[in-house]
């Protein structure tokens, strides 16, 4: 059964009183009839050695008798050492950019993945700075650049020891609590494999004499990732409880999640023009397509912050931005030749659009979404899709001004997909 | 293993050539790709290799949902290959799996060639044929088609009242 056709009757408790005898003062809603004891200190490490940055680390989800709902990585990092005659700070929301790549696997069969630089720019959209303090503080993020002491944090991170926590929220069972994991109804064990990122891509570094980026390594000691803690939430129910749940998971569940479709590294050049990138990756329904349009220094060793849109001067030597992200001058969606989204630009797309979508939130960032349903900041209420395939030829064409390096285009499609749990396996719908 | 192709399964071969650098690099191929299974690496030829030293690299495939299914000691993600420089072209007579996938859909992914610590391995060409194996799609199947024909139509709820052989009620 689909849980989300439970969903008022779970967590509308005004509808609960107002169809029913159930009085006021009585403790209602999920509580009263699912009674769970939540324990947050479970950690698993991973198998065999430790990677550092640029590796590859796989967890085990084991067998046990408690379903699995928060999940957030404990990074522990060494201190390094920069060369005497380099300056060298780490980029922005460390939290994000140390994922290469995060997936979650059943028998060898992808559930669900992501790029840390994807969350990033989805949480960007989704959510105001203010009311992200929690994750700024566990990830080293919200720490612009130039003078007044935020970049220094992350250039004194370049020399010191730090442990680092990475939520791992994009997974569908840590997103609301009917979701969560039950690795128990599962004939074998599920894997969470984490590439991590280059520390090249890290780290930005600047000569101090002559203020150039650093050609070769700025470290003499490099900074590696001593030990990496998978760390979750299990969520016990009673036996009677859980053999319900069991039981639904033998017969079958289906569960709606949001996934990502790439079309990624489309090349722009220099000079100002309209660039148009054809969508012909993008095929599941959509829920909104996001862009962004970066430097191509972001291939660069040691060179900029690969998820900046802050172009303030850089407090290393040399000065001059380390942003990545590049504002865009307008859009359109055209399919099979004909206009979908008319003429956008840039300030349209990220103050009235985003108002209208995402009331409340910040327009700093020069992340650019096309929407196709309401309520964009719910996963399992969205009012709408457009499904891509549907639409043909599908092409986004940019115009952009004129910039000092050439870009990168990347489009993602957040589309919705479905998991589907029965008799001891695991599948995702839609590829 | 050995690159047997079972009944249920057909195949695309796919021809990538890369140049000048390992460097993650987003291969588009002009043609969908449906409900591919795993993907295979018969031959390779690298010519100027890593300035004329051979040694292991680790090749990494990826594309949504399907990743590396190796497994090594070095952490490292995707599949190790061998590259001598004296004997540049390899044929694979067990073929290397670069991936594996669930009726995975696709015209693009991405692949980097890169050396034991991380760095892209530089080189003049790498020309990479591939098998894409796919799963038959179920009407290409004659024994389904066959099944369907013979099948009678089941009754079904029409309005509320019963749909049968025999027309009228």
């Known amino acids: ?199 090249e891509n890290l780290v930005y570094a600047r000569v101090i004499a002559t203020g150039a980026t650093v050609a070769a390594d700025p470290f003499t000691t490099r900074p590696v990732i001593t030990k990496s803690e998978l760390c979750h939430q299990l969520i016990f129910t009673e036996p009677i409880e859980k053999k319900g749940h069991l039981t639904t998971l033998e017969k079958g569940m289906v569960f709606k999640i949001l996934d990502f479709e790439n079309q990624v590294n489309a090349p722009a050049a220099a000079a100002a023009g309209v660039y148009t990138v054809k969508l012909d990756n993008l095929r599941l329904d959509s829920h909104f397509i996001m862009f962004v349009v970066r430097s191509s220094s972001i291939s660069t060793n040691w060179a900029i912050d690969r998820t900046m849109s802050d172009p303030t001067s850089t407090i290393l030597p040399g000065g001059g931005s380390v942003a990545a992200l590049q504002p865009i001058t307008s859009f359109r969606l055209l399919a099979n030749g004909q206009t979908i989204s008319d003429v956008c630009t840039d300030i349209e797309n990220r103050a009235v659009w985003r108002e209208i979508y995402f009331p409340g939130g910040q327009i700093a960032d020069y992340v650019y979404f096309i929407p196709f349903a309401w309520l964009l900041r719910e996963v399992k209420n969205v009012t709408g899709y457009q499904n891509l395939a549907n639409l043909g030829t599908l092409e986004l064409e940019l115009t952009l001004p004129a910039r000092g390096t050439t870009s990168i285009i990347d489009v993602w499609n957040v589309a919705h997909n479905v998991i589907h749990k029965r008799g001891g396996d695991i599948i995702k719908a839609v590829r | 293993m050995c690159g047997e192709i079972e009944e249920w399964q057909e195949v695309k071969q796919v021809d990538v050539r890369l140049t000048t650098t390992g460097a993650t690099t987003v291969v588009q191929l002009p043609s969908l790709i449906e409900r591919v299974e795993q993907i295979r690496l018969d031959e390779i030829q690298i010519t100027g290799f890593n300035g004329g030293a051979s040694g292991a690299v680790y090749i990494d495939f990826r594309t949504n949902g399907v990743n590396s299914v190796s497994v090594n000691n070095e952490n490292r993600s995707g599949c190790m290959l061998m590259i001598d420089v004296l004997n540049p072209h390899t044929t694979f007579q067990r073929p290397k799996i670069l991936g594996n996938g669930n009726f995975m859909t696709t015209n693009s992914f991405e692949l980097s060639i890169r050396l034991p610590s991380g760095v892209p391995v530089l080189f003049t060409e790498a020309a990479l044929c591939l098998t894409f194996v796919c799963r038959k799609s179920e009407n290409s199947l004659s024994e389904v088609r066959r099944m369907k024909a013979a099948m009678l139509p089941a009754p079904s709820i029409k309005d509320g009242i019963a749909y049968n052989s025999f027309g009228g009620n």
């Open chain 1, 1 to 199: 059964m689909d849980p989300t056709a439970l969903l008022n009757a779970n967590y509308g408790n005004l509808a609960r009183v107002l169809t029913s005898g159930v009085s006021l003062w009585d403790n209602k809603g999920f509580e009263r009839t699912n009674i769970y004891a939540v324990d947050n200190c479970a950690r698993t490490v991973p198998l065999n050695n430790q990677a550092t940055f640029g590796g590859q680390d796989r967890f085990k989800t084991r067998r046990r008798g408690a379903r699995v709902h928060k999940m957030w990585l404990r990074i522990t990092v060494s201190a390094g050492v920069v060369a005497a005659a380099n300056r060298a700070a780490f980029v922005d929301d460390l939290a994000a950019n140390i994922i290469a790549n995060c997936r979650f696997e059943y028998a060898s069969k992808t559930l669900q993945e992501f790029k840390g630089d994807q969350i990033k720019f989805y949480n960007r959209l989704m959510y105001h700075d203010v009311a992200r303090e929690a994750y700024n503080a566990q990830g080293y993020a919200g720490l612009p650049p130039g003078a007044g002491g935020a970049e220094a944090q992350r250039e004194a991170l370049a020399s010191s020891a730090f442990i680092l926590y990475v939520p791992l929220s994009w997974l569908w069972f840590t997103r609301t609590e009917d979701y969560a994991f039950a690795p128990e109804a599962l004939t074998s064990e599920a894997d969470l494999i984490i590439d991590y990122q280059n520390l």
